[in-house]
């Protein structure tokens, strides 16, 4: 047996130009040996694969084999505790690694797919956004677009909002009816928190209080889907990643509303106005005949109300979902209640209502009312006074003191003599 080092000698031998007989007697091999080696060259050096060493497992193969043949939804736990109990000492993995080799594979079971008959049926469901608004550049913003799906047509109501809050729920459901004209028999909820609070063995699913006031309203019925079952709402899942990629994608927005007016655009155009793959079916087209047996909307409004407490800024401003709402100057700087409907905004200070808002959509957004203030807007405000006159421009050469009502004055005068007698 020649080894490496002494082949290399060789050939290099041999290329010094030793003769076969030489290089035979300096190695101390056969000269055919020698001959043969220079004649092949160096070659790497081939080794046998290793016997395999005998598996532990070897003697309960066939009991294996046998076990999964009859049963082969027996899990891998459940065999490896049969074959310890027959003496096997290695371990899980040793049985599982076999039973991959052994099992016989899953026949993937047919899809069954479940079809609404018309008006029974809506989804409702978020997706997540993220978005750079040109009005704030270099600020990344997470929107989350509301979808209500009709299960039979497809017809499709949705609308970006910055929350998921419970207010912003109500109001885009509210919203959804409206612009279908009807409302269906029951609708399918996610386990959102906004919608299902939980499950209790005596009771089943538990709703929302508010969630629930709204469906009596409109004569629905609530439903949460399943957990664990991703494919329960793919009505309303599945045209989300048609929104991303047929409308989001590549597009640029200045704010919120204007996302939402060029998805209203798209809706109205393109994503309604499509041939569905599923039903073969123009959306809007289809959606006129379920439209028919959609339930009546109520002849009233929802006017649930979310109660909160929130304490006066020193501007004068209380906060709600993220944005600032005006109280009346005269409004004193304490807690005041706050009631929130679908569409509007109530203070109250001491049970008295003092002032109303419509909801402002989005967040970080300011509304003053008019006659909240006593003073004009500075020039330089860039927030709106609603109902009021925009401030006029300086003009060249003006003073910069703002003219003001005499009646201003002799307020001011009365709280300082009142404040100078306290003393």
């Given at each position: 047996?020649?080894?490496?080092?002494?082949?290399?000698?060789?050939?290099?031998?041999?290329?010094?130009?030793?003769?076969?007989?030489?290089?035979?007697?300096?190695?101390?091999?056969?000269?055919?040996?020698?001959?043969?080696?220079?004649?092949?060259?160096?070659?790497?050096?081939?080794?046998?694969?290793?016997?395999?060493?005998?598996?532990?497992?070897?003697?309960?193969?066939?009991?294996?084999?046998?076990?999964?043949?009859?049963?082969?939804?027996?899990?891998?736990?459940?065999?490896?505790?049969?074959?310890?109990?027959?003496?096997?000492?290695?371990?899980?993995?040793?049985?599982?690694?076999f039973l991959r080799m052994v099992r016989p594979p899953a026949e993937p079971a047919f899809e069954r797919r479940f079809e609404t008959p018309p008006g029974r049926q809506a989804q409702v469901d978020f997706a997540h956004f993220k978005v750079r608004f040109e009005d704030e550049p270099g600020a990344e913003r997470i929107v989350w677009l509301f979808s209500l799906v009709l299960g039979h047509s497809r017809m499709m109501w949705a609308r970006f909002v910055a929350q998921q809050d419970l207010a912003t729920v109500l109001r885009c459901h509210v919203a959804a009816f409206d612009a279908l004209g009807g409302v269906p028999e029951q609708i399918?909820?996610?386990?959102?928190?906004?919608?299902?609070?939980?499950?209790?063995?005596?009771?089943?699913?538990?709703?929302?209080?508010?969630?629930?006031?709204?469906?009596?309203?409109?004569?629905?019925?609530?439903?949460?889907?399943?957990?664990?079952?991703?494919?329960?709402?793919?009505?309303?899942?599945?045209?989300?990643?048609?929104?991303?990629?047929?409308?989001?994608?590549?597009?640029?927005?200045?704010?919120?509303?204007?996302?939402?007016?060029?998805?209203?655009?798209?809706?109205?155009?393109?994503?309604?106005?499509?041939?569905?793959?599923?039903?073969?079916?123009?959306?809007?087209?289809?959606?006129?005949?379920?439209?028919?047996?959609?339930?009546?909307?109520?002849?009233?409004?929802?006017?649930?109300?979310?109660?909160?407490?929130?304490?006066?800024?020193?501007?004068?401003?209380?906060?709600?979902?993220?944005?600032?709402?005006?109280?009346?100057?005269?409004?004193?700087?304490?807690?005041?209640?706050?009631?929130?409907?679908?569409?509007?905004?109530?203070?109250?200070?001491?049970?008295?209502?003092?002032?109303?808002?419509?909801?402002?959509?989005?967040?970080?957004?300011?509304?003053?009312?008019?006659?909240?203030?006593?003073?004009?807007?500075?020039?330089?405000?860039?927030?709106?006074?609603?109902?009021?006159?925009?401030?006029?421009?300086?003009?060249?050469?003006?003073?910069?003191?703002?003219?003001?009502?005499?009646?201003?004055?002799?307020?001011?005068?009365?709280?300082?003599?009142?404040?100078?007698?306290?003393?």
């Amino acid at each position: 047996m020649v080894t490496l080092g002494e082949l290399v000698m060789i050939l290099d031998l041999a290329r010094q130009g030793l003769t076969v007989s030489a290089i035979a007697r300096r190695t101390g091999h056969d000269r055919k040996t020698i001959r043969n080696y220079i004649a092949r060259g160096l070659e790497p050096p081939a080794y046998k694969p290793r016997e395999p060493a005998p598996s532990p497992l070897a003697p309960f193969e066939a009991f294996l084999r046998e076990r999964v043949g009859r049963f082969p939804d027996l899990t891998g736990r459940r065999l490896w505790r049969e074959v310890r109990d027959l003496g096997f000492a290695g371990g899980y993995s040793t049985v599982t690694d076999f039973l991959r080799m052994v099992r016989p594979p899953a026949e993937p079971a047919f899809e069954r797919r479940f079809e609404t008959p018309p008006g029974r049926q809506a989804q409702v469901d978020f997706a997540h956004f993220k978005v750079r608004f040109e009005d704030e550049p270099g600020a990344e913003r997470i929107v989350w677009l509301f979808s209500l799906v009709l299960g039979h047509s497809r017809m499709m109501w949705a609308r970006f909002v910055a929350q998921q809050d419970l207010a912003t729920v109500l109001r885009c459901h509210v919203a959804a009816f409206d612009a279908l004209g009807g409302v269906p028999e029951q609708i399918l909820y996610d386990r959102m928190r906004t919608a299902v609070l939980g499950e209790v063995d005596e009771r089943g699913i538990v709703y929302n209080d508010k969630l629930l006031a709204l469906a009596d309203h409109y004569g629905y019925l609530p439903k949460a889907c399943r957990p664990y079952r991703a494919k329960t709402k793919g009505k309303v899942e599945r045209p989300f990643r048609y929104v991303r990629e047929d409308f989001f994608l590549a597009r640029s927005f200045r704010n919120l509303d204007d996302l939402n007016a060029q998805f209203t655009q798209w809706l109205d155009q393109i994503a309604n106005r499509r041939l569905h793959g599923t039903t073969g079916r123009i959306v809007i087209e289809h959606f006129a005949e379920e439209r028919l047996v959609l339930r009546p909307l109520p002849a009233g409004p929802f006017n649930a109300v979310l109660r909160l407490e929130r304490r006066i800024s020193h501007e004068g401003m209380i906060s709600v979902g993220g944005n600032l709402y005006s109280v009346p100057d005269g409004t004193r700087r304490r807690p005041v209640e706050v009631q929130v409907t679908a569409a509007e905004v109530h203070i109250l200070e001491d049970g008295r209502l003092v002032a109303v808002h419509p909801v402002l959509e989005g967040r970080g957004r300011r509304r003053i009312a008019e006659g909240h203030r006593s003073l004009p807007p500075p020039h330089n405000s860039t927030t709106p006074r609603h109902g009021a006159a925009a401030p006029p421009a300086p003009t060249a050469g003006a003073t910069g003191v703002t003219p003001r009502s005499l009646a201003i004055y002799e307020a001011v005068g009365r709280r300082l003599a009142t404040g100078e007698t306290a003393r």
